[in-house]
Every structure is written in C-alpha cells, then in structure tokens.
C-alpha cells in the first residue's frame, strides 16, 4: 500500500499523509492546534476532558499517522508522556523527515494490539488504527477492548475511532465490544452518521469510572445510557480469532 505525504498548496504548512489514496492525517506544522478533521476534534475534545485542563497525560496512541493527537497534546499539556506505536516503519520515516515531532512523543515501529498487552497506567488510550479505510480484526474485537481497559489506570479513558456506513453494523458490533469490557461507554459523532444515514466517523469514548461531562463537547450527538443500548440491540462483540 503506497503512503505519501503531500503539502497543502492552500494552507501554507499544511501536510496531508495519504496510505492507500485514504486521507490518514492532516498537521499544519507550527501549528498543532489545527484540527482539520471533525473527528479528530472530537478526540480532541475527550483528551481535553481527560483531568484538569493543561495538566500533563500519560497517553498511549494506537496508530500513528502524522501524529496529529500527540502534537496536540504536546501542546495543550505541556510534560505528557506520550507513546505512540505505528505499524509500517515507512509512515515513521516518511513523517520524520518532513513533520519532525515534539521530543516528548516517543515513537515506536510495531503492532498495535502486541503492543497493547503489555501497558499499564495509562490516563488514556487513543486506537485509532487503520489500513487505508478498514480497521483490523485485531483491534475490533471484545479482547481488545479487555486489553485497553487493563492499560488504563482505574479511571482511565479508551477513546477509539471507527468507520462505517449504513446501517451501522460494523459500529454496533464495537459499541457492544466496548461495553462487554467497560461499564461506561458513550457514541460520539455527527447526528446523521449515528441515526444511520450516512457514512462517517463514530468516536467511541469508554472507562471503568463515569464518563467527564466534557467529553462530548465538540460532537454533534452524544449516545450514552439507555441509547446506546438500544443503538446496540442485538449486536454482538467479535471475537478473537475470527
């Protein structure tokens, strides 16, 4: 799968990194409170919401793009400690050479779910992992969301990103694999991707302790309780091993 980064001829800094003709990631370099995506404001928004504004995170990211999220936290939480694990060594070197990252952001060459098992004490927990436009089964299934909440400290955040398109199966299948290994989960995103009239971005934000109030704050709709629940109905979290 090819990946390339190319710049912005609008925006002056501006990168998008492409795997597979996909839009990955998008930085402004100089400027790492851009967010160009919706949905990355949306994560955005839950780290914002993870402990008091600008105190430093202990953050593992799961996929690293161009590393967007950790630029952003670098900035808005000054002393985090953030380690960020992306599978293909040619985005790592390819982003290196043109978007040089903070010092602060170790980055590491490897599979994300391997990675994961051994992590403990994490604030939280950004999986945002894809190959072109697809997850892999590996970070979709009920273990690897069990495996996220053991990373996390006791009142720790997952915040995940998938994809899907009507009617939403793919994303009800995660939203019950979240709450088979967390017992406070809530959907974010726009109101026409989560009412199934569209294919978009779900942002999934889970913990063992009750979700901040904040953590919604850049999303159109917010499915939590009872609502998500029924968004849910009948669906079930894959397995290991499909």
Same mark, same amino acid.
């Given at each position: 799968?090819?990946?390339?980064?190319?710049?912005?001829?609008?925006?002056?800094?501006?990168?998008?990194?492409?795997?597979?003709?996909?839009?990955?990631?998008?930085?402004?370099?100089?400027?790492?409170?851009?967010?160009?995506?919706?949905?990355?404001?949306?994560?955005?928004?839950?780290?914002?919401?993870?402990?008091?504004?600008?105190?430093?995170?202990?953050?593992?990211?799961?996929?690293?793009?161009?590393?967007?999220?950790?630029?952003?936290?670098?900035?808005?939480?000054?002393?985090?400690?953030?380690?960020?694990?992306?599978?293909?060594?040619?985005?790592?070197?390819?982003?290196?050479?043109?978007?040089?990252?903070?010092?602060?952001?170790?980055?590491?060459?490897?599979?994300? =779910?391997?990675?994961? @098992?051994? &992590? $403990?004490?994490?604030?939280?927990?950004?999986?945002?992992? #894809? /190959? %072109?436009?697809?997850? *892999?089964?590996?970070?979709?299934?009920?273990?690897?969301?069990?495996?996220?909440?053991?990373?996390?400290?006791?009142?720790?955040?997952?915040?995940?990103?998938?994809?899907?398109?009507?009617?939403?199966?793919?994303?009800?299948?995660?939203?019950?694999?979240?709450?088979?290994?967390?017992?406070?989960?809530?959907?974010?995103?726009?109101?026409?991707?989560?009412?199934?009239?569209?294919?978009?971005?779900?942002?999934?934000?889970?913990?063992?302790?009750?979700?901040?109030? =904040?953590?919604?704050? @850049?999303? &159109? $709709?917010?499915?939590?309780?009872?609502?998500?629940?029924? #968004? /849910? %109905?009948?669906?079930? *979290?894959?397995?290991?091993?499909?």
């Amino acid at each position: 799968m090819p990946v390339e980064l190319v710049p912005d001829a609008r925006r002056p800094g501006g990168w998008t990194l492409y795997a597979g003709g996909v839009e990955q990631s998008y930085v402004v370099a100089g400027d790492p409170r851009h967010l160009a995506f919706a949905y990355v404001r949306v994560i955005a928004a839950v780290l914002d919401a993870a402990g008091p504004a600008g105190a430093p995170l202990r953050v593992l990211h799961l996929g690293g793009g161009a590393l967007t999220l950790p630029r952003y936290v670098a900035a808005t939480r000054p002393g985090s400690a953030q380690r960020v694990v992306e599978l293909d060594p040619r985005v790592v070197d390819l982003v290196a050479r043109h978007l040089p990252w903070p010092a602060s952001v170790e980055v590491v060459t490897g599979d994300a =779910r391997a990675a994961l @098992a051994g &992590e $403990r004490g994490h604030d939280v927990v950004v999986a945002d992992v #894809f /190959a %072109a436009a697809r997850a *892999p089964d590996s970070v979709a299934t009920g273990g690897f969301y069990a495996d996220a909440a053991r990373a996390l400290r006791p009142a720790g955040l997952l915040v995940a990103n998938v994809t899907d398109v009507p009617p939403l199966a793919y994303a009800r299948t995660q939203v019950a694999a979240a709450r088979s290994a967390f017992p406070h989960v809530a959907a974010l995103g726009p109101a026409a991707v989560l009412r199934g009239r569209r294919a978009g971005n779900v942002v999934l934000a889970a913990s063992a302790a009750p979700l901040p109030g =904040r953590v919604g704050r @850049a999303a &159109e $709709r917010v499915l939590a309780g009872e609502a998500l629940v029924t #968004f /849910a %109905a009948g669906a079930r *979290p894959p397995a290991d091993g499909r």
